[in-house]
């Protein structure tokens, strides 16, 4: 007896009841696309996340007048008196001996105001007023033009360097650079475009304007304290001391001791982004599991069906045995009918998942896992011999005469 | 019909024929223990020799369906010993019993025991197929068998495309196709007419002629009449055993 001869018998009894076949496969189907596109979902989100964390420049430390909001650093009353941001801390950020861990400091003042050329008009989600080294320190790269200079800076020059946005906003597909447009009635030539940044889930990264913290005292804000100061770290490890450094220095200046709570807070970045990549690492295995656990159903769909084929068909296995049927060829004969709808299952629902993984679901671009596909695939594939063993070895063990008296 | 005397008289040339077919030696077989137990076979001790045709009869209960059975390596005995063609069967596992029953025995039922939704020459290829006889020459032979039986028009039918008297007959190709020592046919009438018990029970006649061994179980006495020997069993108990004077001159 061949085993293609048993396979052959196995097919022709999956062929009796087509409609059960498909039902079963389809409980396999499902569980290994739910497995397939539930991780490649968990996958993108933690992908989103990743590139959002490099984006924003994963050194950086944000620096905020008040004690308000992520980062606040010590609880209870709030302070007193409390002293604004000013240029003089920012500076005093600059210290390479009490401030090891910083690399550079940008004040930032932010600016209130819409930007017109002709018709067009855009008011930019973040407009600010800043030194050159806010680009490093921001991730911010220029894609044509150039970077406006500390020498801009001192002499309160009228440039700026605009995102995308702005740039397809008010110019449409012409070059920006060279051009004059007007922010808050001031006349600003730009001198620079970014790299597209991308939105980063609430904020559109490239509705962008920024321009010398001079020029923006000077012609729009006027002389008020700092909105915040950008800090960038020597590297993303060094975000910790640095942080530790900045609450030291700036507790120094602004007279704060003891218990006493802060007038400013620092907001780490790459700590909130660290958190949300480990929520989104915890997401992906619970919706792991959720996708096992409903590859495991499909699997006892399969026991289930089996076990009702083999009592639907004891006579047929009484007849089978009574003309000689050895009892491996009955097991092979189950065991390989439940590995067949395990196996098609699993490949209709890998074909399945990998289509689904094409769509964007609640948001997130999913990405393939290779490896969920092969280990969705081959547990489908053992759940086949696992959860079918049981009924094939039922059927394989009766005894010919009770078979055969089986009605 | 040649090809009957074909396929038999291959049969015979394997058998020995100093040695009986069948030696069944004080068979016991006990249902229940203590006093609430029941014998179906009480002590039955019987030798059938190659090519004899027998009729083994008697009212339900008898214990004529429990020998079956076991003659046939499909149940098993409380005690005694039963030989198959020289080989003692009564001590052997299943996996050994499965050969035995695909190589040595031909088994007709009364409810032809067809493979449903399988066409007759699928069939009657079966049991060839489990005894690992190759595809062409398992065609052949099934082709061969299924002529013998007067089917040779209907081998892609299936069972539910045959009358009842074709459906038996598919059973008998199936049971000759292996070229087994014994046919054993359980009531292999009871649920046919009369014109198609005939033409079975001639089919019988023929295949007995070849040199074959049948032997039938049956309550009805037209049936056991065609037999050369007629064995009656009674509450477990062989109670005569004779030739039939009418068959055997």
Redesign the interface.
């Known amino acids: 007896?061949?085993i293609l001869?048993i396979v052959r018998f196995a097919i022709?009894g999956l062929f009796?009841n087509r409609l059960r076949t498909a039902l079963t496969m389809l409980g396999i189907m499902i569980g290994v696309a739910s497995v397939i596109i539930l991780l490649a979902v968990g996958n993108g989100s933690s992908k989103a996340i990743q590139s959002s964390l490099d984006r924003l420049g994963t050194n950086s430390l944000q620096v905020n007048s008040g004690a308000r909001g992520f980062g606040g650093r010590r609880g209870g009353a709030s302070a007193t008196i409390r002293k604004p941001l000013t240029i003089l801390d920012a500076t005093a950020l600059m210290d390479p001996i009490q401030a090891p861990d910083i690399k550079q400091v940008a004040p930032i003042a932010n600016v209130n105001a819409a930007c017109v050329i002709g018709t067009n008009t855009i008011t930019p989600s973040t407009f600010v007023g800043t030194w050159p080294s806010y680009f490093e320190a921001s991730n911010t790269q220029v894609l044509k033009g150039s970077y406006f200079t500390n020498d801009d800076v001192t002499q309160g020059r009228n440039v700026a360097v605009i995102g995308n946005t702005v740039a397809t906003t008010l110019f449409g597909t012409d070059n920006p650079v060279g051009q004059t447009i007007r922010c808050g009635g001031i006349p600003f030539t730009i001198i620079g475009t970014t790299v597209v940044k991308g939105s980063t889930g609430f904020l559109d990264g490239d509705s962008l304007v920024v321009i010398p913290l001079t020029s923006a005292e000077n012609s729009i804000t006027g002389y008020q304290p700092l909105s915040s100061i950008l800090v960038e770290a020597k590297s993303p490890t060094a975000t910790t001391p640095a942080q530790t450094e900045i609450t030291n220095i700036l507790d120094a200046r602004h007279g704060i001791k003891g218990n006493a709570s802060a007038d400013f807070s620092i907001f780490n970045q790459a700590s909130l982004l660290t958190t949300s990549a480990t929520s989104s690492q915890t997401f992906t295995t619970l919706l792991g599991a959720v996708a096992a656990i409903s590859l495991l159903v499909g699997g006892i769909g399969i026991t289930n069906i089996m076990l009702v084929t083999v009592v639907e068909r004891t006579?047929?296995i009484?007849?089978?045995?009574?003309?000689?049927?050895?009892?491996g060829?009955i097991l092979s004969q189950f065991l390989i009918e439940a590995t067949i709808l395990s196996l098609f299952g699993g490949a209709f629902g890998v074909l399945l998942g990998i289509l689904g993984s094409h769509f964007t679901i609640s948001g997130t671009k999913p990405i393939l896992v290779p490896a969920s596909i092969f280990i969705a695939f081959g547990v489908s594939a053992l759940i086949g011999v696992f959860f079918g063993g049981y009924p094939a070895s039922r059927a394989a063990s009766l005894r010919?005469?009770e078979a055969?008296r089986h009605e | 019909m040649d090809s009957v005397a074909v396929v038999a008289a291959e049969a015979v040339d394997s058998v020995v024929d100093t040695q009986p077919v069948i030696e069944v030696q004080h068979a016991i077989k006990q249902y229940g223990i203590g006093e609430a137990s029941i014998f179906a076979l009480n002590d039955v001790s019987l030798t059938i020799a190659a090519g004899e045709y027998v009729a083994i009869m008697g009212p339900s209960g008898s214990g004529k369906s429990t020998l079956m059975n076991i003659l046939g390596a499909l149940d098993i005995m409380t005690s005694g010993k039963y030989f198959l063609d020289g080989i003692e069967i009564s001590s052997m596992d299943e996996n050994h019993l499965s050969i035995v029953r695909g190589r040595k025995i031909g088994f007709i039922f009364q409810s032809f025991n067809l493979i449903p939704r399988t066409s007759a020459l699928a069939n009657v290829e079966l049991p060839m197929a489990y005894q690992g006889v190759k595809g062409a020459e398992r065609r052949e032979r099934a082709m061969v068998a299924l002529e013998v039986v007067g089917l040779g028009d209907r081998v892609h039918h299936e069972p539910t495309e045959l009358s009842g008297g074709q459906q038996q007959r598919v059973a008998v190709a199936r049971a000759l196709a292996t070229r087994p020592a014994l046919l054993l046919a359980d009531e292999p009438t009871g649920a046919l007419d009369s014109k198609s018990t005939n033409d079975l029970l001639d089919l019988f006649d023929q295949i007995n002629a070849a040199g074959r061994t049948v032997i039938v179980i049956t309550h009805e006495h037209d049936v056991a009449q065609r037999a050369k020997r007629i064995i009656r069993m009674r509450d477990g108990k062989i109670v005569s055993d004779e030739l039939n004077k009418e068959r055997v001159a």
């Open positions: 007896m061949s001869e022709r009796i006579r047929e009484g007849i089978r045995k009574a003309i000689g049927a050895p009892k060829a010919p005469i055969l």
